[in-house]
């Protein structure tokens, strides 16, 4: 087995035909069929078939391309290692971050992290840790930070506790229910949810149950934060936000924290690296960073 065939076959799925791939690559379609048939043949398998919408794989082919993606993410990041330590300047770093890490730790981190990496390409995906993990998981992400499931944590990943903060229900300003002070009379309002139950964060249905409440009805679940915020800002819909939100300007023009009596969950946000495989030395040091903004951010809040 060649690492060209596993690029190959990688390259194939990403773009879902073999003219597609073989464009990308600058090889022959030809020679691609001949590379992919080598490796279906070594393995005994038949990893791809056609479809009316292209190449996809087949389940077997699902299982072995999600290990070859691994290896070859742990490959290109080998050979950035390798020129990292001899002193080359260069090198990538990627990440995913949720939105308490975009608004409030990553940029002071990142200029930290320039002045010292000015060369370094550096790749940020947002979203919710359970759209991360499985990218961080399959090697295309070089850690990411956000909230830690509140159950089973995938053994190969570790996670490290960052830093704390607090949740509070946020809805427009002029909001029917601004004057609430209890869960109670917020059942039967609209809700839209970052992290679905399970996961550091999910108000709902979690805090009703736990205040023997019954679980709001209408739900809905948005991936994007931006979405989220905005949805809530020109709706009646509720939503759970970091403390911190309403501390930004643009925020407060638009969005307001409801006084209630019970108090909600605290989010553990988490650094989570590969358990499996070291960091870079770029991403060490971008880490480095993101810990120490992390460290003033908590000692600030303690104070």
């Known amino acids: 087995m060649l690492l060209t065939q596993l690029r190959n076959l990688l390259a194939v799925v990403d773009s879902g035909s073999i003219r597609g791939a073989a464009r990308n690559l600058s090889v022959s379609q030809p020679a691609l069929t001949r590379s992919l048939r080598q490796l279906e043949t070594e393995l005994r398998v038949k990893l791809l078939e056609r479809t009316a919408r292209g190449v996809a794989p087949t389940t077997a082919g699902r299982a072995f391309i999600a290990r070859s993606r691994v290896i070859h993410n742990e490959l290109g990041r080998a050979k950035e290692e390798l020129a990292q330590l001899v002193g080359e300047d260069r090198g990538s770093v990627a990440f995913g971050i949720g939105p308490h890490g975009a608004m409030h730790v990553v940029p002071p981190a990142l200029a930290q992290f320039r002045r010292a990496h000015a060369n370094t390409e550096v790749r940020i995906a947002e979203g919710p840790p359970h ?173």
């Open 131 to 303: 759209v991360l993990l499985p990218r961080l998981r399959q090697g295309s992400l070089d850690f990411a930070i956000g909230g830690r499931p509140q159950g089973h944590l995938d053994p190969g990943i570790k996670a490290s506790p960052l830093l704390l903060s607090k949740l509070m229900v946020g809805a427009r300003k002029g909001h029917p229910l601004q004057n609430a002070r209890s869960l109670r009379e917020l059942v039967d309002a609209s809700w839209v949810i970052y992290t679905p139950a399970g996961w550091s964060g999910a108000i709902v249905p979690d805090v009703f149950e736990k205040n023997g409440l019954p679980s709001p009805k209408s739900v809905v679940l948005s991936e994007s934060y931006l979405a989220l915020v905005t949805i809530i800002a020109r709706t009646d819909t509720l939503a759970a936000l970091g403390s911190r939100v309403f501390e930004q300007r643009i925020a407060q023009e638009f969005i307001q924290p409801l006084r209630l009596k019970e108090r909600l969950p605290e989010i553990t946000h988490c650094l989570f690296t590969r358990a499996d495989s070291p960091l870079t030395p770029v991403a060490g040091a971008m880490v480095g960073a993101i810990t120490a903004v992390a460290r003033q951010l908590a000692h600030t809040a303690a104070r």
